[in-house]
């Protein structure tokens, strides 16, 4: 299961609903295609945000951080990673290898 806020939760669905996808209620948190569309969804607006900004092509750790700390909370901290957004940056480029 991922970790996302409500707030979070509801930004994601909002992208679903702009994109004619399903909507999930909050309720639903525990189902895991809605886990996995939510997080994706999720992610499509951290990489928005990061676009606007000026991050073509945001790293690993930067998206683990803006998903651990928030977009603001990542930015405030110069997208400078902490010690989740690394662990996730290694273990995604670890699942990369070979491919």
């Not at 948190?29 to 999720?42: E, L, S, Y």
């Amino acid at each position: 299961m991922y970790q996302l806020k409500k707030a979070a939760w509801d930004d994601a669905n909002a992208l679903l609903e702009s994109e004619k996808h399903f909507h999930f209620q909050w309720s639903q948190w525990r189902n895991p295609i809605a886990q996995d569309m939510i997080a994706a969804a999720h992610l499509r607006i951290l990489r928005q945000r990061f676009k606007a900004d000026g991050y073509s092509t945001p790293t690993p750790e930067q998206l683990a951080l803006a998903w651990n700390r928030g977009y603001e909370g990542a930015k405030s901290w110069n997208f400078s990673p902490n010690g989740y957004a690394l662990r996730v940056a290694n273990l995604f480029r670890l699942s990369q290898r070979g491919k």
